[in-house]
T-cell receptor
Framework: EAAVTQSPRNKVAVTGGKVTLSCNQTNNHNNMYWYRQDTGHGLRLIHY???????EKGDIPDGYKASRPSQENFSLILELATPSQTSVYFCASGGGAETLYFGSGTRLTVL | QEKVQQSPESLIVPEGAMSSLNCTFSNSASQSIWWYQQHPGKGPEALI?????GNKKEGRLTVYLNRASLHVSLHIRDSQPSDSAVYLC????????????FGLGTRVSVFP
């Protein structure tokens, strides 16, 4: 069964601090994605990747960086966190068909 | 940019009834349309997808797609309390590797 694991599950950060959200998949999928989910906005795509070493901008990339050092791992980096980045973040993987497999999410609060 | 709108925002149905959800999308060139289910505190899970005009049935789920009217619907027969969740409509474009565009969701509550 497809497995996507996110860490941490919950994170509290201070404004201006650096935050790294991690995602690991054991599906051997080429494509990985970072979404954020907010009331009134739904799921929005931040960054995605076609494979190790690649990162692409999604619909709302400003304030975020991504890193894909290996097939299994995809990180989302907030260099200077702001309160507007308080949200629930979901990582997903996809293997060439269109089904996306999501992790359980990371709840980030920026104070 | 693709826009996906869902209705109603919420739906309350008794156990055993049919749940009917609607979704409209903005781009006729959209590829597949997906329905995902999301329980509280969990990530979305794919339920069913459709590409061609017409209907597709899987178990208690039936999806209808009309590309001319840019409309897709999901019907859940014999709704169960375990079906209580948020249902998300999602659309892929020509390059499916670029991810899916999601609607805001319909919250379904099934009471015994």
């Amino acid at each position: 069964e497809a497995a996507v694991t996110q860490s941490p599950r919950n994170k509290v950060a201070v404004t201006g601090g650096k935050v790294t959200l991690s995602c690991n998949q054991t599906n051997n999928h080429n494509n990985m994605y970072w979404y954020r989910q907010d009331t009134g906005h739904g799921l929005r795509l931040i960054h995605y990747s076609y494979g190790a070493g690649s990162t692409e901008k999604g619909d709302i990339p400003d304030g975020y960086k991504a890193s894909r050092p290996s097939q299994e791992n995809f990180s989302l980096i907030l260099e200077l966190a702001t309160p507007s980045q308080t949200s629930v973040y979901f990582c997903a993987s996809g293997g060439g068909a269109e089904t996306l497999y999501f992790g359980s999410g990371t709840r980030l609060t920026v104070l | 940019q693709e826009k996906v709108q869902q209705s109603p925002e919420s739906l309350i149905v008794p156990e055993g009834a049919m749940s009917s959800l609607n979704c409209t999308f903005s781009n006729s060139a959209s590829q597949s349309i997906w329905w995902y289910q999301q329980h509280p505190g969990k990530g979305p899970e794919a339920l069913i997808s459709i590409f061609s005009n017409g209907n597709k049935k899987e178990g208690r789920l039936t999806v209808y797609l009309n590309r001319a009217s840019l409309h897709v619907s999901l019907h859940i027969r014999d709704s169960q309390p375990s079906d209580s969740a948020v249902y998300l409509c999602a659309v892929s474009m020509n390059n499916y590797a670029q991810g899916l565009t999601f609607g805001l969701g319909t919250r379904v509550s099934v009471f015994p």
